[in-house]
Protein backbone atom coordinates (compact mmCIF):
# COMPACT_ATOMS: atom_id res chain seq x y z
CA UNK A 1 0.00 0.00 0.00
CA UNK A 2 1.36 3.46 -0.89
CA UNK A 3 2.26 5.66 2.22
CA UNK A 4 0.37 8.60 3.80
CA UNK A 5 0.00 10.68 6.73
CA UNK A 6 -3.58 11.46 8.64
CA UNK A 7 -5.82 13.87 7.03
CA UNK A 8 -5.94 15.61 3.87
CA UNK A 9 -8.34 15.24 0.74
CA UNK A 10 -8.49 14.50 -2.60
CA UNK A 11 -10.08 17.18 -5.11
CA UNK A 12 -10.00 16.43 -8.63
CA UNK A 13 -6.51 17.55 -9.99
CA UNK A 14 -7.24 18.19 -13.23
CA UNK A 15 -3.92 17.53 -14.19
CA UNK A 16 -5.03 15.31 -17.52
CA UNK A 17 -4.94 18.57 -18.46
CA UNK A 18 -1.23 19.28 -18.96
CA UNK A 19 0.58 16.17 -17.51
CA UNK A 20 0.96 14.73 -20.95
CA UNK A 21 2.37 18.24 -22.61
CA UNK A 22 5.85 18.66 -22.62
CA UNK A 23 7.35 21.53 -22.00
CA UNK A 24 7.71 24.48 -24.87
CA UNK A 25 10.13 27.00 -24.54
CA UNK A 26 8.58 30.58 -25.73
CA UNK A 27 10.58 33.09 -26.79
CA UNK A 28 11.88 35.56 -24.32
CA UNK A 29 10.16 38.55 -24.11
CA UNK A 30 10.59 42.41 -25.48
CA UNK A 31 11.02 43.36 -21.68
CA UNK A 32 10.80 41.63 -18.77
CA UNK A 33 10.46 42.87 -15.02
CA UNK A 34 12.60 41.42 -12.51
CA UNK A 35 11.40 42.24 -9.02
CA UNK A 36 14.18 42.38 -6.37
CA UNK A 37 12.41 40.03 -3.89
CA UNK A 38 11.52 36.46 -5.43
CA UNK A 39 12.93 34.91 -2.40
CA UNK A 40 11.27 34.92 1.35
CA UNK A 41 13.88 36.83 3.60
CA UNK A 42 15.31 40.44 2.57
CA UNK A 43 14.77 41.82 -0.75
CA UNK A 44 17.86 42.53 -2.60
CA UNK A 45 19.09 46.09 -4.04
CA UNK A 46 19.58 46.77 -7.34
CA UNK A 47 23.40 46.88 -8.71
CA UNK A 48 22.44 48.22 -11.94
CA UNK A 49 20.62 51.96 -12.77
CA UNK A 50 18.63 53.08 -15.61
CA UNK A 51 20.80 53.05 -18.79
CA UNK A 52 23.27 50.29 -18.22
CA UNK A 53 24.04 47.81 -20.40
CA UNK A 54 23.24 44.13 -18.73
CA UNK A 55 24.49 40.07 -20.21
CA UNK A 56 22.17 37.38 -19.85
CA UNK A 57 22.99 35.98 -16.25
CA UNK A 58 24.52 39.04 -14.66
CA UNK A 59 23.97 39.33 -11.34
CA UNK A 60 21.94 42.38 -10.89
CA UNK A 61 20.45 42.36 -7.27
CA UNK A 62 22.40 41.15 -4.28
CA UNK A 63 21.82 41.71 -0.24
CA UNK A 64 23.60 40.87 2.48
CA UNK A 65 21.36 39.91 4.53
CA UNK A 66 21.79 35.98 5.44
CA UNK A 67 18.32 34.93 4.50
CA UNK A 68 18.41 36.06 1.21
CA UNK A 69 19.14 35.34 -2.78
CA UNK A 70 20.67 37.32 -5.48
CA UNK A 71 19.32 38.45 -8.22
CA UNK A 72 20.10 37.85 -12.32
CA UNK A 73 19.46 39.54 -15.44
CA UNK A 74 17.26 36.62 -17.45
CA UNK A 75 18.61 38.60 -21.04
CA UNK A 76 20.57 40.65 -22.36
CA UNK A 77 20.21 44.25 -22.87
CA UNK A 78 19.33 48.02 -21.67
CA UNK A 79 18.35 48.84 -18.13
CA UNK A 80 15.15 51.08 -18.41
CA UNK A 81 13.86 51.65 -14.93
CA UNK A 82 14.65 51.03 -11.80
CA UNK A 83 11.26 51.59 -9.71
CA UNK A 84 8.34 49.73 -7.80
CA UNK A 85 6.17 47.30 -10.15
CA UNK A 86 3.46 45.19 -9.00
CA UNK A 87 4.41 42.18 -7.34
CA UNK A 88 2.33 38.76 -7.10
CA UNK A 89 2.15 39.52 -3.60
CA UNK A 90 0.16 42.29 -4.41
CA UNK A 91 2.86 45.03 -3.19
CA UNK A 92 4.88 47.19 -5.26
CA UNK A 93 8.19 45.52 -5.35
CA UNK A 94 11.40 47.60 -6.03
CA UNK A 95 12.16 45.63 -9.80
CA UNK A 96 14.82 46.20 -12.51
CA UNK A 97 13.14 46.37 -16.33
CA UNK A 98 15.28 45.51 -19.24
CA UNK A 99 14.34 45.97 -23.00
CA UNK A 100 15.72 43.03 -24.52
CA UNK A 101 18.60 43.10 -27.38
CA UNK A 102 17.56 39.70 -28.26
CA UNK A 103 21.65 38.90 -28.57
CA UNK A 104 21.31 36.57 -25.42
CA UNK A 105 24.68 37.77 -24.63
CA UNK A 106 26.53 35.76 -22.12
CA UNK A 107 27.72 37.50 -18.60
CA UNK A 108 31.12 36.70 -18.13
CA UNK A 109 30.67 35.17 -14.70
CA UNK A 110 28.76 32.37 -16.51
CA UNK A 111 31.13 29.34 -16.64
CA UNK A 112 31.11 25.93 -15.53
CA UNK A 113 32.75 24.58 -12.04
CA UNK A 114 34.06 21.96 -12.81
CA UNK A 115 32.97 18.00 -11.62
CA UNK A 116 31.24 17.66 -8.04
CA UNK A 117 33.94 15.51 -7.04
CA UNK A 118 36.79 18.32 -7.40
CA UNK A 119 34.74 20.69 -5.43
CA UNK A 120 34.42 21.47 -1.62
CA UNK A 121 30.77 21.21 0.19
CA UNK A 122 31.78 24.71 0.83
CA UNK A 123 32.22 25.54 -2.69
CA UNK A 124 29.28 23.89 -3.89
CA UNK A 125 26.95 26.33 -1.35
CA UNK A 126 28.85 29.21 -2.87
CA UNK A 127 28.02 27.98 -5.90
CA UNK A 128 24.43 27.26 -5.01
CA UNK A 129 23.89 31.10 -3.39
CA UNK A 130 25.66 32.77 -6.29
CA UNK A 131 23.22 31.28 -8.68
CA UNK A 132 20.76 33.03 -6.60
CA UNK A 133 18.83 29.33 -6.54
CA UNK A 134 15.46 29.39 -3.79
CA UNK A 135 12.69 26.70 -3.21
CA UNK A 136 11.30 26.11 -6.85
CA UNK A 137 8.14 24.20 -4.95
CA UNK A 138 6.58 27.55 -3.75
CA UNK A 139 8.55 28.07 -0.62
CA UNK A 140 11.39 29.87 -2.20
CA UNK A 141 13.33 29.61 0.63
CA UNK A 142 16.99 30.95 0.02
CA UNK A 143 18.71 27.16 -0.56
CA UNK A 144 21.72 27.98 0.25
CA UNK A 145 20.64 28.87 3.63
CA UNK A 146 18.53 25.77 4.48
CA UNK A 147 21.45 23.68 3.34
CA UNK A 148 23.47 25.56 6.02
CA UNK A 149 20.80 25.73 8.45
CA UNK A 150 20.72 22.04 8.62
CA UNK A 151 24.66 20.90 8.13
CA UNK A 152 25.94 18.32 10.95
CA UNK A 153 22.39 17.47 12.07
CA UNK A 154 20.51 15.69 8.47
CA UNK A 155 21.14 11.98 8.13
CA UNK A 156 17.85 11.52 5.76
CA UNK A 157 17.75 13.90 2.49
CA UNK A 158 14.32 13.62 1.11
CA UNK A 159 13.28 14.99 -2.79
CA UNK A 160 9.96 15.80 -2.94
CA UNK A 161 8.30 15.14 -6.02
CA UNK A 162 5.11 15.16 -4.49
CA UNK A 163 3.62 18.16 -6.59
CA UNK A 164 -0.04 17.76 -5.16
CA UNK A 165 -1.38 20.15 -5.42
CA UNK A 166 -4.16 20.48 -9.02
CA UNK A 167 -3.84 21.19 -11.83
CA UNK A 168 -0.18 21.62 -11.63
CA UNK A 169 2.46 18.86 -13.62
CA UNK A 170 5.33 21.06 -14.25
CA UNK A 171 7.34 19.45 -11.53
CA UNK A 172 6.06 16.03 -13.46
CA UNK A 173 7.22 17.13 -16.83
CA UNK A 174 10.91 18.15 -14.99
CA UNK A 175 10.60 14.51 -13.94
CA UNK A 176 10.47 12.76 -17.50
CA UNK A 177 12.11 15.69 -19.20
CA UNK A 178 15.16 16.00 -17.15
CA UNK A 179 15.85 13.16 -14.64
CA UNK A 180 19.47 13.07 -15.08
CA UNK A 181 19.59 17.18 -14.08
CA UNK A 182 17.71 15.94 -10.75
CA UNK A 183 19.69 13.07 -10.03
CA UNK A 184 22.69 15.11 -10.46
CA UNK A 185 21.48 18.23 -7.74
CA UNK A 186 20.78 15.13 -5.49
CA UNK A 187 23.98 13.76 -5.58
CA UNK A 188 24.97 17.64 -4.95
CA UNK A 189 23.21 17.75 -1.81
CA UNK A 190 24.49 14.31 -0.63
CA UNK A 191 28.03 15.48 -1.32
CA UNK A 192 27.12 18.72 0.73
CA UNK A 193 25.48 16.71 3.57
CA UNK A 194 28.13 13.84 3.45
CA UNK A 195 24.95 11.34 2.88
CA UNK A 196 25.55 8.39 1.29
CA UNK A 197 21.46 8.16 0.28
CA UNK A 198 18.85 9.76 -0.76
CA UNK A 199 15.07 9.37 -0.92
CA UNK A 200 12.66 10.21 -4.08
CA UNK A 201 8.91 10.76 -3.08
CA UNK A 202 6.79 10.95 -5.59
CA UNK A 203 2.59 10.50 -5.91
CA UNK A 204 1.18 6.84 -7.06
CA UNK A 205 0.14 9.43 -10.07
CA UNK A 206 3.17 10.08 -11.42
CA UNK A 207 4.12 6.09 -12.21
CA UNK A 208 5.81 7.25 -15.74
CA UNK A 209 7.83 9.38 -13.71
CA UNK A 210 8.81 6.22 -11.49
CA UNK A 211 10.09 4.34 -14.53
CA UNK A 212 12.14 7.26 -16.25
CA UNK A 213 13.84 8.33 -13.09
CA UNK A 214 14.71 4.66 -12.47
CA UNK A 215 16.28 4.22 -15.25
CA UNK A 216 18.12 7.43 -15.19
CA UNK A 217 20.06 6.18 -12.39
CA UNK A 218 22.91 4.49 -11.94
CA UNK A 219 22.64 0.76 -12.86
CA UNK A 220 22.39 -0.87 -9.47
CA UNK A 221 22.28 1.62 -7.80
CA UNK A 222 21.62 1.70 -3.94
CA UNK A 223 22.21 5.16 -2.77
CA UNK A 224 18.95 6.70 -4.01
CA UNK A 225 15.95 5.01 -3.37
CA UNK A 226 12.38 6.12 -4.68
CA UNK A 227 9.35 5.99 -2.54
CA UNK A 228 5.74 5.90 -3.91
CA UNK A 229 3.13 7.85 -1.73
CA UNK A 230 -0.68 7.73 -1.64
CA UNK A 231 -1.98 10.52 -3.91
CA UNK A 232 -3.79 13.34 -1.27
CA UNK A 233 -2.82 16.53 -1.07
CA UNK A 234 -1.07 18.32 1.16
CA UNK A 235 1.35 15.27 0.40
CA UNK A 236 4.04 17.71 -0.92
CA UNK A 237 3.81 19.77 2.76
CA UNK A 238 7.23 19.22 4.42
CA UNK A 239 5.69 18.05 7.57
CA UNK A 240 3.40 15.33 5.95
CA UNK A 241 6.00 14.43 3.66
CA UNK A 242 8.57 13.79 6.29
CA UNK A 243 6.46 12.02 8.61
CA UNK A 244 5.09 9.77 4.86
CA UNK A 245 8.50 8.92 4.42
CA UNK A 246 10.44 8.28 7.89
CA UNK A 247 7.65 8.58 10.43
CA UNK A 248 9.35 11.21 12.31
CA UNK A 249 7.31 14.24 13.36
CA UNK A 250 8.43 17.50 13.29
CA UNK A 251 7.65 19.83 16.55
CA UNK A 252 5.10 22.50 16.18
CA UNK A 253 7.77 25.55 15.44
CA UNK A 254 10.84 23.75 13.99
CA UNK A 255 11.93 22.83 10.94
CA UNK A 256 12.76 19.18 9.31
CA UNK A 257 16.45 19.59 10.27
CA UNK A 258 15.46 18.99 14.13
CA UNK A 259 14.09 15.93 13.06
CA UNK A 260 17.21 15.17 10.92
CA UNK A 261 15.77 15.85 7.74
CA UNK A 262 16.58 17.73 4.30
CA UNK A 263 13.73 18.03 1.71
CA UNK A 264 13.92 19.83 -1.45
CA UNK A 265 11.95 20.18 -4.59
CA UNK A 266 12.95 18.31 -8.02
CA UNK A 267 13.28 21.38 -9.61
CA UNK A 268 15.54 22.85 -7.49
CA UNK A 269 17.71 19.96 -7.37
CA UNK A 270 17.54 20.33 -11.45
CA UNK A 271 17.96 24.14 -10.72
CA UNK A 272 21.35 22.81 -8.66
CA UNK A 273 23.05 20.64 -11.22
CA UNK A 274 22.45 23.54 -13.79
CA UNK A 275 24.70 25.80 -11.77
CA UNK A 276 27.44 23.61 -10.68
CA UNK A 277 27.79 22.27 -14.42
CA UNK A 278 27.13 25.25 -16.85
CA UNK A 279 27.25 28.06 -14.18
CA UNK A 280 23.75 29.23 -15.40
CA UNK A 281 21.36 30.94 -12.43
CA UNK A 282 18.44 30.79 -12.50
CA UNK A 283 16.84 32.42 -15.13
CA UNK A 284 14.13 30.60 -16.64
CA UNK A 285 11.27 28.86 -15.10
CA UNK A 286 8.65 26.09 -16.08
CA UNK A 287 5.55 27.35 -15.72
CA UNK A 288 2.01 25.28 -16.17
CA UNK A 289 -0.54 26.91 -17.41
CA UNK A 290 -4.22 25.90 -17.15
CA UNK A 291 -7.43 26.32 -15.59
CA UNK A 292 -10.73 26.30 -17.32
CA UNK A 293 -10.86 29.76 -18.59
CA UNK A 294 -7.56 28.96 -20.39
CA UNK A 295 -8.28 28.20 -24.64
CA UNK A 296 -5.18 25.29 -24.74
CA UNK A 297 -3.74 24.72 -21.31
CA UNK A 298 -0.11 23.51 -21.26
CA UNK A 299 3.90 23.71 -19.56
CA UNK A 300 6.05 26.22 -20.62
CA UNK A 301 9.44 27.48 -20.26
CA UNK A 302 9.72 31.70 -20.06
CA UNK A 303 12.33 33.78 -18.43
CA UNK A 304 11.99 34.62 -15.37
CA UNK A 305 10.61 38.70 -16.04
CA UNK A 306 8.15 37.47 -18.38
CA UNK A 307 4.39 39.44 -17.96
CA UNK A 308 1.46 36.50 -17.10
CA UNK A 309 -0.29 38.16 -20.32
CA UNK A 310 2.67 36.82 -22.57
CA UNK A 311 2.00 33.10 -21.15
CA UNK A 312 -1.58 33.26 -21.23
CA UNK A 313 -1.12 33.98 -25.24
CA UNK A 314 1.30 31.45 -25.83
CA UNK A 315 -1.59 28.90 -24.44
CA UNK A 316 -4.30 30.09 -27.01
CA UNK A 317 -5.49 32.99 -24.79
CA UNK A 318 -8.70 32.78 -22.96
CA UNK A 319 -11.07 30.22 -24.16
CA UNK A 320 -13.81 32.97 -21.95
CA UNK A 321 -13.59 36.16 -19.75
CA UNK A 322 -11.04 34.76 -16.29
CA UNK A 323 -13.11 35.08 -13.38
CA UNK A 324 -9.97 34.21 -11.07
CA UNK A 325 -6.39 34.31 -11.91
CA UNK A 326 -4.22 32.36 -9.30
CA UNK A 327 -0.25 32.47 -9.55
CA UNK A 328 0.50 28.94 -8.11
CA UNK A 329 -2.18 25.97 -7.40
CA UNK A 330 -5.84 26.60 -6.69
CA UNK A 331 -5.14 25.64 -2.86
CA UNK A 332 -1.69 27.66 -1.59
CA UNK A 333 -2.02 29.82 -4.89
CA UNK A 334 -2.29 33.63 -4.47
CA UNK A 335 -5.12 35.16 -6.56
CA UNK A 336 -3.74 38.08 -9.37
CA UNK A 337 -5.44 40.84 -10.25
CA UNK A 338 -3.44 42.18 -13.54
CA UNK A 339 -1.61 39.62 -15.68
CA UNK A 340 0.77 41.95 -16.32
CA UNK A 341 2.43 40.61 -13.18
CA UNK A 342 5.67 39.29 -13.98
CA UNK A 343 6.76 35.67 -13.85
CA UNK A 344 9.33 34.97 -10.56
CA UNK A 345 11.65 32.10 -9.32
CA UNK A 346 8.76 30.06 -7.63
CA UNK A 347 6.24 30.63 -10.14
CA UNK A 348 5.13 27.05 -10.90
CA UNK A 349 1.54 27.58 -12.37
CA UNK A 350 -0.96 30.41 -13.64
CA UNK A 351 -4.66 28.99 -13.80
CA UNK A 352 -6.94 31.31 -15.28
CA UNK A 353 -10.50 30.13 -14.23
CA UNK A 354 -13.98 30.95 -15.63
CA UNK A 355 -16.67 32.30 -13.54
CA UNK A 356 -19.30 28.94 -12.93
CA UNK A 357 -16.35 27.32 -11.30
CA UNK A 358 -16.69 29.93 -8.34
CA UNK A 359 -18.05 28.30 -5.23
CA UNK A 360 -19.00 31.75 -3.37
CA UNK A 361 -21.65 32.13 -0.64
CA UNK A 362 -23.07 35.15 0.05
CA UNK A 363 -24.04 33.71 3.68
CA UNK A 364 -21.40 31.33 4.73
CA UNK A 365 -22.60 28.74 7.88
CA UNK A 366 -21.32 26.35 10.12
CA UNK A 367 -23.43 23.17 10.11
CA UNK A 368 -21.42 21.39 12.14
CA UNK A 369 -20.52 18.80 10.33
CA UNK A 370 -17.18 18.31 11.50
CA UNK A 371 -15.54 17.48 8.63
CA UNK A 372 -12.43 20.42 8.88
CA UNK A 373 -11.42 18.66 11.69
CA UNK A 374 -11.44 15.30 10.12
CA UNK A 375 -9.19 16.38 6.98
CA UNK A 376 -6.58 18.77 8.68
CA UNK A 377 -3.46 17.23 8.52
CA UNK A 378 -2.00 19.46 11.61
CA UNK A 379 -4.58 18.24 13.53
CA UNK A 380 -6.03 21.40 14.72
CA UNK A 381 -9.84 22.34 15.35
CA UNK A 382 -10.77 24.70 12.26
CA UNK A 383 -14.19 25.04 13.08
CA UNK A 384 -13.49 26.18 16.73
CA UNK A 385 -10.62 28.17 15.90
CA UNK A 386 -13.01 30.16 13.06
CA UNK A 387 -15.34 30.68 15.97
CA UNK A 388 -13.14 32.37 18.35
CA UNK A 389 -11.34 33.94 15.43
CA UNK A 390 -15.07 35.78 15.34
CA UNK A 391 -15.46 36.68 18.86
CA UNK A 392 -11.44 38.22 19.01
CA UNK A 393 -10.78 35.44 21.86
CA UNK A 394 -7.45 35.53 21.05
CA UNK A 395 -5.76 33.62 23.94
CA UNK A 396 -8.14 30.54 23.32
CA UNK A 397 -6.91 30.98 19.70
CA UNK A 398 -3.18 30.78 20.89
CA UNK A 399 -4.33 27.75 23.00
CA UNK A 400 -5.62 25.81 19.66
CA UNK A 401 -2.54 26.50 18.02
CA UNK A 402 -3.77 28.38 15.29
CA UNK A 403 -0.14 29.07 14.42
CA UNK A 404 0.48 25.51 13.37
CA UNK A 405 -1.66 26.37 10.53
CA UNK A 406 -0.16 25.09 7.26
CA UNK A 407 -3.25 27.17 5.21
CA UNK A 408 -3.33 23.94 2.99
CA UNK A 409 -6.69 25.32 2.61
CA UNK A 410 -7.85 21.54 3.06
CA UNK A 411 -10.48 23.13 6.00
CA UNK A 412 -12.25 25.49 3.28
CA UNK A 413 -11.78 22.73 0.19
CA UNK A 414 -14.50 20.69 2.74
CA UNK A 415 -16.42 22.82 4.45
CA UNK A 416 -20.25 22.32 2.92
CA UNK A 417 -21.10 26.05 4.94
CA UNK A 418 -18.34 27.70 2.45
CA UNK A 419 -17.13 29.14 5.69
CA UNK A 420 -13.40 31.06 4.68
CA UNK A 421 -11.29 29.18 7.18
CA UNK A 422 -8.06 29.01 5.56
CA UNK A 423 -8.16 33.05 4.71
CA UNK A 424 -9.28 33.56 8.23
CA UNK A 425 -6.62 31.32 10.16
CA UNK A 426 -4.07 33.35 7.65
CA UNK A 427 -5.07 37.17 9.20
CA UNK A 428 -4.98 35.41 13.03
CA UNK A 429 -1.64 34.14 12.45
CA UNK A 430 -0.18 37.28 11.43
CA UNK A 431 -2.71 39.10 14.28
CA UNK A 432 -0.89 36.89 16.86
CA UNK A 433 2.43 37.62 15.46
CA UNK A 434 1.89 41.38 15.74
CA UNK A 435 0.64 40.96 19.27
CA UNK A 436 3.73 38.58 20.44
CA UNK A 437 6.12 41.32 19.18
CA UNK A 438 4.01 44.26 20.85
CA UNK A 439 3.99 42.45 23.81
CA UNK A 440 7.49 42.10 23.31
CA UNK A 441 8.79 45.76 22.59
CA UNK A 442 6.38 46.61 25.91
CA UNK A 443 8.31 43.85 28.27
CA UNK A 444 11.29 45.66 26.79
S1 LIG B 1 -6.65 24.55 9.72
FE1 LIG B 1 -4.87 25.09 8.48
S2 LIG B 1 -3.67 23.21 8.39
FE2 LIG B 1 -5.73 22.63 9.05
S3 LIG B 1 -6.81 22.11 7.17
FE3 LIG B 1 -7.24 24.26 7.58
S4 LIG B 1 -5.68 25.36 6.39
FE4 LIG B 1 -4.97 23.23 6.56
S1 LIG C 1 -16.51 21.85 7.73
FE1 LIG C 1 -17.47 23.89 7.77
S2 LIG C 1 -19.60 23.48 8.27
FE2 LIG C 1 -18.45 21.62 8.80
S3 LIG C 1 -17.89 21.92 10.99
FE3 LIG C 1 -16.20 22.71 9.79
S4 LIG C 1 -16.63 24.90 9.61
FE4 LIG C 1 -18.55 23.92 10.19
Known sequence: MALTFRGGVHPDDKKELTRKKAFETIPAPATVVIPMLMH???????????????????KIGESTAPISAPIHSSVSGTVVAVEPRLHPNGNMVMSVVIENDFNDTLDESVRPHGSVESLSADELIRIIREAGIVGLGGAAFPTHAKIQSGLGKVDTLIINCAECEPYITSGHRTMLERPEEIIGGIRVLMKIYRLDSAIIAIESNKLDAVRVLEKALPQKSSQIKIKVLKTKYPQGAEKQLIY???????PPGQLPAAVGCAVFNQDTC???????????????????????????????????GTPLSELAAAAGGYREEPFKLIMGGPMMGVALTDVEIPVIKNTNAFLAFSQYEDVYSEHPTCIRCGR?????PMNLLPIYMHMY?????????????????????????????RLF????????????RKRALESKKEAN
Request: hydrophobic share 35%; charged share 20%.
Open 389 to 417: YQKDMFDELEKLNVSDCIECGCCSYTCPG
Open 421 to 432: LTQTFRVAKARL
Open 244 to 250: TVTGREV
Open 40 to 58: IGQPCQPLVAKGNKVKLGQ
Open 270 to 304: AAIHNAVTTGMPLVTRGVTVSGSAIANPKNIICRI
Open 372 to 376: CVKVC
